[in-house]
């Protein structure tokens, strides 16, 4: 019976932690969002977040998907982003571009 003890023990000890680290991601989340609405962004470049969000790595063409823009849209809201410090290009060279949220990715290594 003490290896049950202490196998609920140590889940419990890292259901708590996830938890902890998905509250950070809420959180990181929604001063993400209300940071930009408060610099003035479109809200496309809302929604961008959102996908964003979503999927961590992200093309323009994913944008473009995900919000029914042209293709010079797309990348326009990618430049609004990575001016605003959310994502960064890739710095491996590839095609089609990667972009990334460094944050993002960090808090999916915790986890």
Do not use: H
Request: charged share 25%; with cysteine; hydrophobic share 45%.
């Amino acid at each position: 019976m003490q290896w049950i003890s202490f196998f609920l023990r140590a889940v419990a000890t890292q259901a708590s932690e996830r938890r902890r680290i998905l509250l950070e991601l809420a959180d990181f989340y929604r001063q993400t969002r209300d940071d930009l609405e408060r610099a003035g962004v479109s809200a496309n470049t809302l929604r961008a977040v959102d996908t964003i969000f979503e999927k961590v790595v992200v093309t323009a063409s994913d944008i473009r998907k995900a919000l029914n823009v042209s293709a010079p849209s797309s990348y326009a809201i990618l430049r609004r982003l990575i001016e605003a410090g959310l994502v960064q290009e890739s710095p491996r060279k590839s095609w089609p571009q990667l972009y990334t949220c460094k944050q993002l990715l960090d808090f999916w290594q915790k986890v």
